[in-house]
């Protein structure tokens, strides 16, 4: 099994930054991509970043220039740095981690969310 855990959301005010985090935890052989999604109150869930093993960036178009996803390999954690924070952005924010564990299965693990409210 393998777990995922994000932190790192909160109340923040318009035009402030938050850096989220993503933590995966288990019997890990490889994470093929790190990704994060959101969902906003009464919205579908929407894919917002992807990152490969090899640190190569995807992003939504509407989060391009504001949002930067990154990962550590060695802590098996990935991140997003969230800048300049709209109202529009608040949601709850949930990550994937998609590769294979120790007995070479494939996993596809997501987390619990992490809450981030833009308000002033």
């Known amino acids: 099994q393998v777990q995922v855990v994000e932190s790192g959301g909160g109340l923040v005010q318009p035009g402030e930054s938050l850096r989220l985090s993503c933590a995966a935890s288990g019997s890990i052989f490889t994470i093929n991509a790190m990704a994060w999604y959101r969902q906003a109150p009464g919205k579908e869930r929407e894919w917002v970043a992807t990152?490969?093993?090899?640190?190569?960036?995807t992003y939504a178009d509407s989060v391009k220039g504001r949002f930067t996803i990154s990962r550590d390999n060695a802590k098996n954690t990935a991140y997003l740095q969230i800048n300049s924070l709209k109202p529009e952005d608040t949601a709850v924010y949930y990550c994937n981690a998609v590769g294979s564990t120790s007995l070479r299965r494939s996993f596809n693990s997501w987390g619990q969310g992490t809450q981030v409210m833009v308000s002033s």
């Open positions: 990152i490969t093993s090899g640190g190569s960036p």
